[in-house]
């Protein structure tokens, strides 16, 4: 909400010489966010100027200039840059006259942009001066000619200092209205909550409308609620206020009071009728919707849309109608999509004679929805769904009443209506005490209520505590703690003491998130950067990457998503990966080692898709919440990482060491030994990667049980292309719950050895379709507890071996722990792993 300190000042004492810098000060003080000021940014001389008169020269270009003769002060008096009462000033514009009054910048002014202004040479003169657009002053858009002030209704006198005569020396505070506080959505509530952080006397703008303006409404004017399908049982409008002024002349322009005050509050002027409309919203806070009166059929009846029903709304669109959407109706149909936007066909025009005025106080759910569904928010429904005052709409419609007649030339008709079917807010009992236990505050009883009248409530003692009733424009005060809150902030936060509460002790991470955050520190600490991608992919992408195998995979789909080309919830981590390194490498950095710690999404059978969801009119029961809970899909954390580019650039002495799927692996076994697991790479395929540069990654427990937990391999050199990727990628995703799933509860360090290793090289020949690493696991498996450590060290395929065999060559680590090992001991574990080897695979040792 942007607040003009010159508005702000006539509903709240402002000290002489208030700087916004002090307004947001105060407004911080009772809760409201800063977020910036705002002004025109005009400084220097800008004066009212009169043309006297201007030659048109065409130019060798086409365009054809004026050279114009200003006067920009009084006769035989100084300008207000201290130069000559009448100046010669060069002007493309062709839409005024002499005798004109419009605004002149002399040199020194700056104009918004910055955009400073100097005497300079053009088309062979000195233009001594600029004269002025709308948009060049920050009041509007309208580049295409000069602003005459006649176009204003106004009739300055030669030499008036513009910046004041049209506001554009004012400035405007913004605060950040969080969504229980709608009612800060209107200098009127912004003022009120100056009035609490200064102590300033506040003046409510609805009392300063003329009583006659809104005593007695006469009963007139049709207006029927036809609910018949409420939302959560609020009916769609509790309050309906008519008024109708005739004889309007909507041509008149503007008040240059009025369109500075808009645009500092983040509006732009449109027409009068309509700039009354919303000025009238922005100061009470009431949403007010004109039509005009000559284009409505009947009289108004408000009600849910019909199947298959449509609106041309005033931005020219046809919207297709929903059955919960709140409509303003009249004989021929809808006219209005209730508290969002009117309707093309009543909309108000230059020709609009006579104004049927409407403030109503609709439902906020219903308005909610509806601008939602149509992806079409509007200032009137930022306000409806956070909240109106009901008992604001009289004065409101009463106020457009009166601007309308001192504006516009209209007068007030009989005609109108008055339908108020608002409840008042229900007492909240406040027991004694309560606020000072729950905020920690020894407040006074005078002080709770001082500061609980002091925001609009009524209070009334009782035996045990206070009954409060809040204030209409109060909708989210609801119960005691909001009272809490409402009276530590009016008294002061400061008041509230400092103390860091301790711990509970037993408590703190859990093994499952002291195990997450080890296994990210450690990947961390060995060179990768973590990143964050969004959850949401496309179906294709789920299909490549959600399974090892090919095909459709389960997926949970979104009914609203953010983008048509991602609407479902991912099952992978790896297209989030593949996105960012390929925005990093368009960005020239190409090299790149990445992971990614999240949840995906795993729905199963009975998931609730959002068929299955109740409907939104009334609270679901704890049955239907229970089984709704229970339908949620499985959400694991995975763990994936990306390597690609080069793990050690080329350097003096040194050649470039390209990444690939070694790199991956190693942060495989980097996450494995965070958590106390060996993960085991075993030969595999998936349809995204290298057929033979991909690994099933198979977890090994200390009890010697195996989990499967992910897969790692390099990317199909097809598909890196087609995303614009390096032709190597190395990847790897791991199931991490799974994984620590596996690991043991306490991670101890290994015993540091004290007796030396005897270590064995074993050459063994299988066939070349046998899996290294199935022939590595059978060689650990039958050396025994001796073997300390196993590692492929040269896989051979060439002259001397067998046709269709290879020889691998393992290098073996044996070590006892209560004596030095013999050779022979050492021999006689490596041949029993090679036995086994050969029991399983066919190995032989080579000769």
Same mark, same amino acid.
């Given at each position: 909400?942007?607040?003009?300190?010159?508005?702000?000042? %006539?509903?709240?004492?402002?000290?002489?010489?208030?700087?916004?810098? @002090?307004?947001?000060?105060?407004?911080?003080?009772?809760?409201?966010?800063?977020?910036?000021?705002?002004?025109?940014?005009?400084? !220097?001389?800008?004066?009212?100027?009169?043309?006297?008169?201007?030659?048109?020269?065409?130019?060798?270009?086409?365009?054809?200039?004026?050279?114009?003769?200003?006067?920009?002060?009084?006769?035989?008096?100084?300008?207000?840059?201290?130069?000559?009462?009448?100046?010669?000033?060069?002007?493309?514009?062709?839409?005024?006259?002499?005798?004109?009054?419009?605004?002149?910048?002399?040199?020194?002014?700056?104009?918004?942009?910055?955009?400073?202004?100097?005497?300079?040479?053009?088309?062979?003169?000195?233009?001594?001066?600029?004269?002025?657009? #709308?948009?060049?002053?920050?009041?509007?858009?309208?580049?295409?000619?000069?602003?005459?002030?006649?176009?204003?209704?106004?009739?300055? %006198?030669?030499?008036?200092?513009?910046?004041?005569?049209?506001?554009?020396?004012?400035?405007?505070?913004?605060?950040?209205?969080?969504?229980?506080?709608?009612?800060?959505?209107?200098?009127?509530?912004?003022?009120?909550?100056?009035?609490?952080?200064?102590?300033?006397?506040?003046?409510?703008?609805?009392?300063?409308?003329?009583?006659?303006?809104?005593?007695?409404?006469?009963?007139?004017?049709?207006?029927?609620?036809?609910?018949?399908?409420?939302?959560?049982?609020?009916?769609?409008?509790?309050?309906?206020?008519?008024?109708?002024?005739?004889?309007?002349?909507?041509?008149?322009?503007?008040?240059?009071?009025?369109?500075?005050?808009?645009?500092?509050?983040?509006?732009?002027?449109?027409?009068?009728?309509?700039?009354?409309?919303?000025?009238?919203?922005?100061?009470?806070?009431?949403?007010?919707?004109?039509?005009?009166?000559?284009?409505?059929?009947?009289?108004?009846?408000?009600?849910?849309? *019909?199947?298959?029903?449509?609106? +041309?709304?005033?931005?020219?669109?046809?919207?297709?109608?929903?059955?919960?959407?709140?409509?303003?109706?009249?004989?021929?149909?809808?006219?209005?999509?209730?508290?969002?936007?009117?309707?093309?066909?009543?909309?108000?025009?230059?020709?609009?004679?006579?104004?049927?005025?409407?403030?109503?106080?609709?439902?906020?759910?219903?308005?909610?929805?509806?601008?939602?569904?149509?992806?079409?928010?509007?200032?009137?429904?930022?306000?409806?769904?956070?909240?109106?005052?009901?008992?604001?709409?009289? #004065?409101?419609?009463?106020?457009?009443?009166?601007?309308? %007649?001192?504006?516009?030339?209209?007068?007030?008709?009989?005609?109108?209506?008055?339908?108020?079917?608002?409840?008042?807010?229900?007492?909240?009992?406040?027991?004694? !005490?309560?606020?000072?236990?729950?905020?920690?505050?020894?407040?006074?009883?005078? @002080?709770?209520?001082?500061?609980?009248?002091?925001?609009?409530?009524?209070?009334?003692?009782?035996?045990?505590?206070?009954?409060?009733?809040?204030?209409?424009?109060?909708?989210?005060?609801?119960?005691?703690?909001?009272?809490? @809150?409402?009276?530590?902030?009016?008294?002061?936060?400061?008041?509230?003491?400092?103390?860091?509460?301790? #711990?509970?002790?037993?408590?703190?991470?859990?093994?499952?998130?002291? &195990?997450?955050?080890?296994?990210?520190?450690?990947?961390?600490?060995?060179?990768?950067?973590?990143?964050?991608?969004?959850?949401?992919?496309?179906?294709?992408?789920?299909?490549?990457?959600?399974?090892?195998?090919?095909?459709?995979?389960?997926?949970?789909? $979104?009914?609203?998503?953010?983008?048509?080309?991602?609407?479902?919830?991912?099952?992978?981590?790896?297209?989030?990966?593949?996105?960012?390194?390929?925005?990093?490498?368009?960005?020239?950095?190409?090299?790149?080692?990445?992971?990614?710690?999240?949840?995906?999404?795993?729905?199963?059978?009975?998931?609730?898709?959002? /068929?299955?969801?109740?409907?939104?009119?009334?609270?679901?029961?704890?049955?239907?919440?229970?089984?709704?809970?229970?339908?949620?899909?499985?959400?694991?954390?995975?763990?994936?990482? &990306?390597?690609? !580019?080069?793990?050690?650039?080329?350097?003096?002495?040194?050649?470039?060491?390209?990444?690939?799927?070694?790199?991956?692996?190693?942060? +495989?076994?980097?996450?494995?030994? =965070?958590?106390?697991?060996?993960?085991?790479?075993?030969?595999?395929?998936?349809?995204?990667?290298?057929?033979?540069?991909?690994?099933?990654?198979?977890?090994?427990?200390?009890?010697?049980? %195996?989990?499967?937990?992910?897969?790692?391999?390099?990317?199909?050199?097809?598909?890196?292309?087609?995303?614009?990727?390096?032709?190597?990628?190395?990847?790897?995703? &791991?199931?991490?719950? #799974?994984?620590?799933?596996?690991?043991?509860?306490?991670?101890?360090?290994?015993?540091? =050895?004290?007796?030396?290793?005897?270590?064995?090289?074993?050459?063994?020949?299988?066939?070349?379709?046998?899996?290294?690493?199935?022939?590595?696991?059978?060689?650990? /498996?039958?050396?025994?507890?001796?073997?300390?450590?196993?590692?492929?060290?040269?896989?051979?395929?060439?002259?001397?071996?067998?046709?269709?065999? *290879?020889? $691998?060559?393992?290098?073996?680590?044996?070590?006892?722990?209560?004596?030095?090992?013999?050779?022979?001991?050492?021999?006689?574990?490596?041949?029993?792993?090679? =036995?086994?080897?050969?029991?399983?695979?066919? =190995?032989?040792?080579?000769?």
């Amino acid at each position: 909400m942007r607040v003009p300190l010159s508005w702000l000042g %006539e509903f709240v004492d402002l000290e002489p010489g208030t700087t916004p810098e @002090e307004v947001h000060a105060a407004l911080v003080s009772v809760g409201l966010e800063e977020e910036d000021v705002h002004t025109f940014e005009i400084s !220097g001389p800008v004066v009212v100027g009169e043309v006297l008169a201007f030659e048109e020269e065409p130019q060798t270009n086409g365009k054809t200039i004026r050279w114009c003769e200003v006067r920009v002060a009084p006769e035989g008096q100084s300008a207000a840059d201290g130069g000559g009462d009448v100046r010669g000033i060069v002007c493309g514009a062709r839409n005024f006259f002499p005798g004109d009054k419009v605004v002149v910048t002399l040199p020194g002014a700056v104009l918004p942009g910055p955009f400073p202004i100097a005497a300079r040479k053009t088309y062979g003169h000195v233009s001594d001066g600029m004269i002025a657009s #709308a948009r060049e002053l920050g009041l509007g858009e309208d580049h295409d000619g000069i602003l005459r002030l006649t176009t204003l209704g106004l009739d300055p %006198e030669v030499g008036t200092d513009a910046v004041s005569l049209l506001g554009l020396d004012d400035a405007a505070v913004e605060v950040n209205v969080t969504p229980d506080r709608g009612y800060a959505f209107s200098i009127r509530g912004v003022a009120r909550e100056y009035s609490h952080a200064t102590g300033a006397a506040f003046r409510d703008p609805a009392d300063a409308v003329p009583v006659s303006a809104v005593a007695d409404h006469p009963s007139g004017f049709s207006v029927t609620i036809d609910d018949t399908a409420p939302i959560r049982g609020n009916v769609g409008a509790s309050v309906f206020v008519t008024r109708v002024v005739r004889d309007v002349d909507a041509t008149r322009p503007t008040p240059a009071w009025m369109i500075a005050r808009l645009k500092l509050a983040g509006m732009r002027s449109i027409s009068l009728i309509v700039d009354i409309t919303n000025y009238v919203m922005l100061e009470l806070g009431q949403p007010i919707h004109g039509y005009d009166l000559d284009k409505v059929s009947g009289g108004i009846v408000v009600r849910r849309a *019909k199947p298959g029903e449509t609106l +041309v709304t005033l931005d020219d669109q046809t919207r297709k109608l929903d059955p919960e959407d709140l409509l303003i109706t009249d004989d021929s149909g809808a006219i209005g999509l209730a508290g969002v936007m009117g309707g093309a066909a009543t909309e108000i025009g230059a020709d609009t004679r006579n104004v049927l005025i409407e403030a109503a106080n609709f439902d906020p759910v219903s308005i909610a929805r509806t601008a939602r569904r149509h992806k079409l928010p509007s200032e009137a429904s930022k306000r409806f769904e956070r909240g109106v005052d009901p008992q604001v709409a009289v #004065a409101a419609a009463a106020r457009v009443v009166q601007l309308l %007649e001192q504006l516009a030339g209209g007068h007030a008709d009989e005609l109108g209506s008055l339908l108020d079917a608002s409840q008042a807010a229900d007492a909240i009992h406040l027991p004694e !005490g309560y606020i000072s236990s729950l905020i920690g505050v020894d407040y006074t009883d005078d @002080e709770v209520r001082a500061a609980l009248a002091e925001i609009g409530g009524t209070v009334t003692e009782t035996a045990d505590g206070l009954l409060v009733v809040p204030p209409t424009w109060r909708p989210d005060l609801r119960d005691k703690a909001d009272l809490a @809150e409402e009276v530590a902030r009016i008294v002061g936060y400061d008041r509230i003491p400092s103390i860091l509460p301790v #711990a509970p002790p037993g408590r703190g991470l859990t093994r499952e998130q002291r &195990l997450r955050r080890a296994v990210a520190q450690t990947l961390a600490d060995n060179g990768s950067t973590e990143v964050l991608s969004f959850p949401f992919t496309s179906e294709a992408q789920n299909d490549l990457f959600g399974s090892a195998e090919a095909g459709p995979v389960p997926a949970v789909r $979104l009914a609203n998503a953010l983008d048509a080309t991602a609407p479902y919830l991912r099952t992978s981590l790896l297209p989030g990966l593949l996105d960012a390194a390929k925005r990093n490498l368009a960005r020239g950095l190409v090299d790149l080692r990445v992971y990614e710690l999240g949840t995906v999404f795993r729905p199963s059978e009975g998931s609730i898709g959002s /068929e299955s969801l109740p409907p939104g009119a009334a609270l679901p029961s704890s049955d239907i919440l229970a089984g709704l809970n229970a339908g949620i899909p499985a959400q694991p954390r995975h763990l994936a990482g &990306l390597v690609v !580019g080069n793990v050690v650039d080329k350097q003096p002495g040194m050649t470039a060491a390209p990444a690939g799927l070694v790199d991956a692996l190693d942060m +495989v076994r980097q996450t494995a030994a =965070a958590v106390g697991v060996t993960v085991d790479p075993v030969q595999s395929s998936h349809q995204a990667l290298h057929p033979g540069r991909t690994a099933r990654l198979v977890a090994r427990a200390a009890d010697g049980s %195996e989990t499967p937990v992910g897969y790692a391999g390099e990317l199909l050199p097809a598909l890196a292309h087609e995303l614009d990727l390096p032709r190597v990628v190395a990847v790897f995703e &791991l199931d991490l719950d #799974a994984l620590i799933a596996v690991a043991p509860a306490d991670i101890i360090a290994g015993v540091i =050895a004290g007796f030396p290793a005897a270590t064995q090289d074993l050459s063994l020949v299988v066939g070349q379709d046998v899996p290294a690493g199935d022939v590595l696991r059978a060689v650990r /498996e039958g050396a025994g507890s001796l073997l300390e450590d196993i590692r492929l060290v040269d896989d051979y395929r060439g002259t001397g071996l067998p046709d269709g065999h *290879k020889s $691998l060559t393992f290098a073996l680590r044996f070590r006892a722990a209560d004596r030095t090992l013999t050779a022979a001991e050492a021999s006689e574990a490596k041949l029993a792993g090679s =036995a086994r080897a050969g029991d399983l695979f066919g =190995a032989t040792i080579r000769e």
